[in-house]
Nanobody
Framework: QVQLVESGGGLVQAGDSLRLSCAAS????????MGWFRQAPGKEREIVAA????????DYTNSVKGRFTISRDNAKNTVYLHMISLKPEDTAVYYC????????????????WGQGTQVTVSS
């Protein structure tokens, strides 16, 4: 069982930066592939970035490549999402999620979810 708690969201202006954090409980954090998803009003939840267990291999959705960076600190049981050059279309609730296995974009493949943190980017 893994419990996830996100933090770091807020209201920023276009072009600003934010770093989201997701703290995980449990002693096997390093064994989980971690993903960041987001859900904008009226839209489906979509994956933003993921980082694989053990290898640290990362993957990003096209719309955030070059602007967002996912990283993890296994000693702190924490995964981060560093976001730069934020755009109004990045406005959403951001969720972190965990799963055993390789990176996948399939929302249903992630077993554990946090409660989400709101990111609002004004123009």
């Amino acid at each position: 069982q893994v419990q996830l708690v996100e933090s770091g969201g807020g209201l920023v202006q276009a072009g600003d930066s934010l770093r989201l954090s997701c703290a995980a409980s449990g002693r096997t954090f390093s064994s989980y592939t971690m993903g960041w998803f987001r859900q904008a009003p009226g839209k489906e939840r979509e994956i933003v970035a993921a980082i694989r267990a053990n290898t640290g291999i990362t993957d990003y959705t096209n719309s955030v490549k070059g602007r967002f960076t996912i990283s993890r600190d296994n000693a702190k049981n924490t995964v981060y999402l560093h976001m730069i050059s934020l755009k109004p279309e990045d406005t959403a609730v951001y969720y972190c999620a965990a799963r055993y296995g390789t990176i996948t974009y399939a929302r249903s493949s992630y077993n554990y979810w946090g409660q989400g943190t709101q990111v609002t980017v004004s123009s």
